[in-house]
């Protein structure tokens, strides 16, 4: 290799490593589940280039078709690349079920729960997070874990929360599309379709718990959620002393386009976290 040629190299190298949106590809990590020895809980990580501790936002996921990718999704689009860019810590988590995160999926419920909150105190754990800013962002089925996980934990910085189903028992009894229906189906076959079960899967119950900041988002025209609910959730954390905004888009279903509801959510996160 000729002296120019060598020099060339180093010089290419330099600004790809340079590079602002040069970031490591996310770590896939397992950890073993806290309700369930047998369970393993899949996440992915990427860390910005900065020092740590960081800002952190968690994403979740919504209901997959198979193959269900869980929070690989994330990854595959870019959008942990994006905001570890941005230099906070990013992280996504495969809901049980989804991704290799194993056994079944319960809709929402206590296996879930446990399964996020379990991710979210290992990277406390491990020093990652900077105190009191960390934002969870979930859609359809990630939307309901982000409300009940933050209704426990006082200490998650805010909320996103997009195109949910927060009064169970209210959304079984009044679903009229098929997609309503299909979701009540999946509802009833993983949860058995007990009022206790519905209930303790319900947002809107545990309004009062939820004193961190919300932005609760949903389409007008969703064929598997109902608007109204994400009004009446934000009408009640704010009644109890609480902080949510709810925006209803009126010319979209559940699936808000990103460019979208990214007008509302980048001045939230950077509120709640900073930059």
Not at 120 to 134: M, S, W
Not at 168 to 178: E, H, R
Request: charged letters at 20%; one cysteine or more; proline letters at 7%.
């Amino acid at each position: 290799m000729t002296k120019l040629r060598r020099v060339l190299l180093l010089i290419l190298a330099s600004i790809v490593a340079c590079s602002p949106h040069h970031i490591a590809r996310a770590e896939t990590l397992l950890i073993v589940h806290p309700g369930d020895p047998a369970r393993k809980v899949e996440y992915f990580l990427e860390k910005p280039r900065t020092p740590g501790p960081w800002p952190t936002i968690i994403f979740l996921h919504g209901h997959q078709e198979r193959p269900r990718a869980g929070g690989k999704d994330f990854v595959s689009w870019g959008v942990l690349d994006e905001f570890a860019s941005r230099g906070y810590l990013a992280v996504a988590i495969s809901q049980p079920g989804y991704g290799n995160s194993t056994g079944a999926p319960d809709f929402c419920g206590p296996i879930t729960q446990q399964a996020v909150a379990a991710v979210i105190a290992r990277i406390r754990d491990q020093g990652y997070v900077k105190a009191n800013r960390l934002v969870i962002q979930g859609v359809s089925r990630g939307a309901i874990i982000a409300g009940l996980v933050a209704a426990r934990d006082p200490s998650i910085g805010g909320i996103v929360m997009i195109s949910g189903a927060y009064d169970l028992p209210a959304y079984v009894g009044n679903a009229k599309s098929p997609m309503q229906k299909s979701v009540v189906d999946a509802l009833m076959i993983e949860t058995g379709g007990s009022e206790q079960a519905l209930r303790s899967r319900s947002v809107l119950l545990f309004a009062q718990n939820i004193k961190t900041p919300a932005l609760i988002l949903n389409g007008a025209e969703d064929d598997r959620t109902d608007p109204k609910q994400a009004l009446q959730l934000a009408e009640d954390i704010n009644r109890h002393g609480g902080h949510a905004n709810a925006i209803v888009y009126p010319t979209y279903g559940h699936q808000i386009p990103v460019d979208v509801r990214n007008k509302d959510i980048e001045p939230f996160i950077e509120q709640v976290l900073g930059r």
